[in-house]
């Protein structure tokens, strides 16, 4: 459902993703880990349309980011790491303006917008201007929108941000349900217990690198751990010293 092949972004001399290459199926919740910095959230931009490539190409649904964005972005939601609203909309508003930019009937969009706002508990800022919720509540709006046209691939930078434990179980609930109903989801994190938790298969990106991808399981067996933090730690701990 996702192919990234050879996929290459610089910024500059920088080279933030460098010669990525990623297979995401249909159906599988796929965890992107790294420490800061190391091209997570600039692969995510590259994958969503957001940035061109310098080298390499981008498939969604079979289609070419590049040569079909929009087909491929119709059949995509996504969240980043910092969402962006207009302020002055109230949560309803916001979701039929979401609604209406991919053609999601008004029907549909009602009874689409009442089922998220139930399982993200937004129905008591339904009519409250965005520039008025707490963070959280934006987090689970941006959530809600990206959900409402019911996409087949769901791409989502930091999904627990601003949450508190309740909101996350629901968000992470909502994640694990949307995979098991056969839509692709890709969720980078800083929590390796998410990650632990949810995901079928782990990628761990370093200076715009695959360093490690599997199965909680295979991770495991490769770094004779037994849990991913460990895992982690193994990889970047004592890095820096080794390349000073």
């Known amino acids: 459902m996702i192919n990234i092949q050879d996929l290459t972004v610089l910024y500059g001399e920088y080279v933030a993703v460098d010669g990525l290459n990623l297979n995401v199926q249909e159906g599988e919740l796929f965890a992107f880990l790294g420490p800061n910095g190391a091209g997570k959230t600039t692969a995510i931009k590259a994958l969503t349309g957001l940035l061109g490539p310098d080298r390499g190409s981008i498939s969604v649904g079979g289609y070419d980011m590049e040569a079909e964005p929009i087909k491929a972005k119709s059949i995509m939601g996504y969240v980043p790491d910092v ?30 917008t009442m089922e998220l706002f139930q399982k993200f ?114 990889l970047f701990e004592g890095k820096d010293s080794e390349t000073s």
Do not use: W
């Open 83 to 112: 969402a962006v609203f207009y302020d002055k909309l109230t949560s309803i508003e916001f979701m039929r303006f979401i609604g209406d930019l991919y053609g999601v009937d008004r029907p549909r969009l009602h009874d689409n």
């Open 121 to 234: 508990d937004l129905n008591s800022f339904a009519h409250s201007p965005i520039e008025e919720l707490s963070h959280g509540t934006c987090q689970r709006l941006a959530i809600a929108a990206a959900l409402v046209h019911e996409p087949k691939v769901f791409v989502i930078d930091e999904p627990m941000v601003g949450l508190d434990p309740l909101h996350a179980k629901a968000v992470k609930k909502e994640l694990r349900a949307r995979s098991d109903d056969g839509v692709t989801v890709l969720m980078s994190t800083h929590l390796l217990n998410v990650a632990e938790e949810l995901a079928d298969r782990i990628g761990i990106i370093d200076q715009g690198k695959l360093v490690a991808l599997g199965t909680l399981n295979e991770l495991r067996e490769g770094e004779n751990c037994a849990a991913l933090e460990e895992i982690f730690l193994r």
